[in-house]
Nanobody, 122 residues
């Protein structure tokens, strides 16, 4: 089992920055791909970004490419999401996820955090 706990959400003005953190515990997290999804009110959960456990390769949704950066610190069992140039449409609950492989759909990710709210005001 892997437990994921997100932190760092909040209310921010458009154009600002936030950094989300996800602390993992349980199995050896360094052997898992890690990622972030988000869900806005009335919308389906959508893929944001992910990072592999081998080589640290990353992938991003087009909507966040160039603004968001995912990184991981295996020694601290933590994955980060640096969000810059935030827009009101980034408002959502952000979820940390872990699995053996990277999937761009919610199905396939084995472990989910409880989520942290990010609200971007215009």
């Amino acid at each position: 089992q892997v437990q994921l706990v997100e932190s760092g959400g909040g209310v921010i003005q458009a154009g600002g920055s936030l950094r989300l953190s996800c602390a993992a515990s349980g199995r050896i997290i360094s052997r898992y791909a890690l990622g972030w999804f988000r869900q806005a009110p009335g919308k389906e959960r959508e893929f944001v970004t992910a990072i592999s456990w081998v080589g640290g390769s990353t992938t991003y949704a087009d909507s966040v490419k160039g603004r968001f950066t995912i990184s991981r610190d295996n020694a601290k069992n933590t994955v980060y999401l640096q969000m810059n140039s935030l827009k009101p449409e980034d408002t959502a609950v952000y979820y940390c996820v872990a699995s053996n492989f990277i999937y761009k759909t919610a199905v396939g990710w084995d472990y989910w955090g409880q989520g942290t709210q990010v609200t971007v005001s215009s």
